[in-house]
Nanobody
């Protein structure tokens, strides 16, 4: 069992930046690939980014590529999402998720992930 707690959300103007954090507790953090998803009102949960257990590879949704950066610190049991050049369409609840299986071609599917945090709200004003 892994417990995930997100933080760092808030209200920001378009063009601004935020850094989200997700602190993990329970099982060994480095046993998991980690990801961020987001869900806007009335929309399905969508993939944002993923990082492998040893940080050797990252994956991004096209909508955030070049603006967002995922990273992790296994010594601190924490995964981060640095979000720059934010747009109003980035407004959503952001969730971190843990996957017990390393790799996999379906990394952008929410069904692949075993543990989820409670989410943190990000609101970008125009």
């Amino acid at each position: 069992q892994v417990q995930l707690v997100e933080s760092g959300g808030g209200l920001v103007q378009a063009g601004g930046s935020l850094r989200l954090s997700c602190a993990a507790s329970g099982r060994t953090f480095s046993n998991y690939d980690m990801a961020w998803f987001r869900q806007a009102p009335g929309k399905e949960r969508e993939f944002v980014a993923r990082i492998r257990w040893n940080s050797d590879r990252t994956y991004y949704a096209d909508s955030v590529k070049g603006r967002f950066t995922i990273s992790r610190d296994n010594a601190k049991n924490t995964v981060y999402l640095q979000m720059n050049s934010l747009k109003p369409e980035d407004t959503a609840v952001y969730y971190c998720a843990a996957d017990r299986e390393y790799g996999g071609s379906d990394y952008n599917s929410a069904l692949k992930y075993d543990y989820w945090g409670q989410g943190t709200q990000v609101t970008v004003s125009s």
